[in-house]
């Protein structure tokens, strides 16, 4: 089973900052790669899948990157909304498909 | 607007049992594959089971592959996990996810519901 690992685990930033989180895997996802962003008391929204293809209405200061084993989540300039907690997962092959453990962008 | 509503959770004591229902409203359900995704309280998520748009193929995650079974009935938009003999270990909030795909398995998520809890404990 292929183990995402996410970091770092929590992430204190202020309005404004850019922001990187980080997506590891233990053997290549190739370009499978989906990100998700969840807040507190809801359900998880989708991010963007393909590494870097946004879902519909995600805004243009998210962007993603990396392929095989190494993946990068980008908020290049945090809005007050983006305070969160982001997964990756991966969907390569067959199941199960993983999560990350998940990145808390807090505010600092 | 999309909409998947779960519900059917509840307490509920080891080895028991428990049917948690989807509704699905907003979308053509029988042209989507259909997941249902669970997160415990302190650990990750956790993908569960997957169904085909037709019901045909089905899939599980090795921790309840034998316990649960997932259908679904296109008539009635409904989307469903029958949970057998549970454990401690299944306690978590269950997610009724569409898959992104539009009549295929992208196997990535979007969007979930609201989700509903299950505890499992004596």
């Known amino acids: 089973e292929t183990v995402l690992t996410q970091s770092p685990a929590t992430l204190s930033v202020s309005p404004g900052e850019r922001v990187t989180l980080s997506c590891r895997a233990s053997?290549?996802?190739?370009?499978?790669l989906a990100w998700y962003q969840q807040k507190p008391g809801q359900a998880p929204k989708l991010l963007m899948y393909?590494?870097?293809t946004r879902a519909t209405g995600v805004p243009a200061r998210f962007s993603g990157s990396g392929s095989g084993t190494e993946f990068t989540l980008t908020i290049s300039s945090l809005q007050s909304e983006d305070f969160a907690v982001y997964y990756c997962?991966?969907?390569?092959?067959?199941?199960?498909?993983?999560f990350g453990q998940g990145t808390k962008v807090e505010s600092k | 607007e999309v909409i998947l509503m779960e519900s059917g959770g509840g307490l509920v004591q080891p080895g028991g049992s428990l049917r948690l229902s989807c509704t699905a409203s907003?979308?053509?359900?029988?042209?989507?594959?259909m997941h249902w995704i669970r997160h415990a309280p302190g650990k990750g998520l956790v993908w569960v089971s997957r169904?085909?748009?037709?019901?045909?193929?089905?899939t599980y995650a090795d921790s309840v592959k034998g316990r649960f079974t997932i259908s679904r009935d296109n008539a009635q938009n409904t989307l469903y996990l029958q949970m057998t003999s549970l454990r401690a270990e299944d306690t978590a909030v269950y997610y009724c996810?569409?898959?992104?795909?539009?009549?295929?398995?992208?196997?990535?998520?979007?969007?979930w519901g609201q989700g509903t809890w299950v505890t499992v404990s004596s």
């Open positions: 996810v569409r898959d992104w795909g539009y009549s295929y398995a992208s196997n990535y998520f979007d969007p």
């Open positions: 907003g979308f053509t359900f029988s042209n989507y594959w």
């Open positions: 169904i085909s748009s037709d019901g045909a193929s089905t």
């Open positions: 053997q290549s996802v190739r370009t499978s």
């Open positions: 393909d590494v870097s």
């Open positions: 997962q991966r969907y390569n092959n067959w199941p199960p498909w993983t």
